[in-house]
């Protein structure tokens, strides 16, 4: 009997829909390594795919506003295509989108390095694409720790540790906030290609109606 050939591993699309982004290459790099590794702790299946928009501020502000009601920006949103039951239902996991500006300033306040951050915000929303979520105390908690395990293998210090009184309050208002939780699944949203497209087109011509270039094409 001939064995099933192997699936392809997890594909990483990084779309870059804002010019704030300066080093976009490099924090291709630390997003890929940091999703491969956060896929390797928690999918027991090969084949997926996901899509990462780096955006701004004013970007996700919008998709904030219209997708959770919350008319302010933060620093990661994700939007999972995976049902409520948590079965795999195709080979398309999802959308993680990010917003420079507060990512940089929370890094700044943090005193933390600015890709260690980054890395573990990709995590985290990458943990919402997967069935994780942090509404109910004993799920922030579960989150927490895996986060916790997988930012120790790409050795990054745990930030749910305050270093500072000042770091430490941060850390307690983002935990009562919990302002980044997922969106859900956009109503009317394919999944796949299509849905990667339109995520990125959206965030990209939010971007560029507030700096008044034009849409970034994809």
């Given at each position: 009997m001939t064995a099933a050939p192997p699936r392809p591993a997890l594909?990483?699309?990084v779309l870059v829909a804002s010019d704030r982004w300066k080093d976009a290459e490099k924090v291709k790099t630390i997003m890929r390594r940091a999703v491969t590794r956060a896929a390797a702790v928690t999918?027991?299946?090969?084949?997926?795919?996901?899509?990462?928009?780096?955006?701004?501020?004013?970007?996700?502000?919008r998709l904030n506003r219209d997708w959770r009601g919350?008319?302010?920006?933060?620093?990661?949103?994700?939007?999972?295509?995976?049902?409520?039951s948590g079965e795999y239902p195709g080979e398309h996991l999802g959308?993680?989108?990010?917003?420079?500006?507060?990512?940089?300033?929370?890094a700044r306040g943090e005193r933390k390095p600015f890709a260690h951050h980054v890395a573990h915000l990709v995590v985290h929303g990458f943990l919402h694409l997967v069935g994780h979520d942090h509404e109910r105390d004993e799920d922030a908690l579960k989150m927490e720790r895996t986060e916790r395990k997988i930012l120790r293998l790409l050795a990054i210090p745990d930030p749910y540790r305050p270093r500072t009184k000042k770091a430490g309050k941060a850390a307690v208002k983002r935990s009562d906030q919990r302002s980044d939780q997922k969106p859900g699944k956009k109503p009317g949203k394919k999944p796949g290609t299509e849905a990667r497209k339109?995520?990125?087109?959206?965030?990209a011509k939010q971007s560029a109606e507030h700096s008044g270039r034009r849409s970034y094409k994809t």
């Open positions: 594909a990483i699309d999918l027991s299946t090969t084949g997926t795919e996901l899509a990462i928009v780096l955006t701004d501020d004013s970007a996700i502000r919350v008319d302010a920006a933060t620093n990661v949103l994700s939007f999972p295509t995976k049902n409520a959308d993680i989108v990010l917003a420079f500006e507060t990512i940089a300033r929370e339109e995520h990125a087109k959206l965030a």
